[in-house]
């Protein structure tokens, strides 16, 4: 029986999937009902692949 996450299901272009809860341990997109993508966050790892990289030194 699928048991539903609360946390936020993030879909990576260049790594695994990742949920905002620590406790989740199971990645799948059918346990989470809210799923964004990595170019929704401003400091992901995918987007320094980009060739046109900015620093962002803050
Ligand atoms: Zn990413
Ligand atoms: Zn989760």
Sequence with gaps: MLD???GTLIMHELYPAECTDET???LSEVRH?????C?????CGCRGER??????AS
């Design 4 to 6: 539903a996450c609360h």
């Design 24 to 26: 989740c341990d199971e």
């Design 33 to 37: 009902a809210l799923i964004i993508g």
């Design 39 to 43: 170019d929704e966050l401003d400091d």
């Design 51 to 56: 060739p046109q990289e900015l620093p962002r």
